[in-house]
């Protein structure tokens, strides 16, 4: 009987420490993840008031393009500008290495720094910021509760999903008929979609996490986490900020 009790206590006291390793992992997993998608804002931030800086000048008369400006927004240059972070999001899935695939998402995020400049053409510099901390509290608030909700959001992951493109469809379709009354819609529906996502994404991510995965599976699985929950942001920023941002 004691024999019994003794292996009892044992069994629990190995389950305990397994768990609380598991949870310290988990931290670190996702720690991981949100320091990659700090990063990569902050690298994508920088970008765009520097390539800004380099393409716009103001004066008493209003803003003007600069040489640079124009051959960056006013040539097929701007084609190349705006697919090519869609080209390098595409090769790094089939990347194994983790510093390639660091590396990538640095190029990743300085190649949307430039391209999502042209922000700073459309709205007061003030109204950009403000929208940015509107965002930065929202997402955080739904991340926190996709990581700490237990139930679970799988089933509205695929609804989510369908609507990314139908948004998609929708932006093709305004491109043509530009109604302010479909943009404001459009608007609305990102918000909630991608507001959606950050919770999902974040409980995904979270469900990757695996204690006996290797330093290199962990790395890559946080880079990928990263990249997911830094477009989240970046969407949600934008849809946001065509709502609650002043247009020049």
Known sequence: MSDMRFNSSRTSTFAGARSTTMDQGLRQYMLGVYNYMTLSLGITGLTALGTNMMTVVTDETGMHLTAAGHALYGSPLMWVVALAPLGVLFAMRSVSSVSTLRTLFMVFSV???????????????QSVTRVFFITAASFAGLSLFG???????????????MGVWGLLIAMVVNMFMASSALQFAISIAGVAIFAGLTAWDTQSIKQMY?????YGTTQIKSIHGAVSLYLDFLNLFQFLLSLMGDRR
């Not at 949307?112 to 459309?122: N, W």
């Not at 990581?147 to 999903?161: E, I, N, P, R």
């Open 111 to 125: 190649l949307m720094g430039i391209s999502l400049s042209t922000v700073l053409l459309r709205y007061t510099g």
């Open 147 to 161: 990581y700490t909700t237990s139930k679970s959001l799988s089933s509205m992951g695929s609804f989510l999903v």
């Open 210 to 214: 695996y204690a006996g995965d290797d």
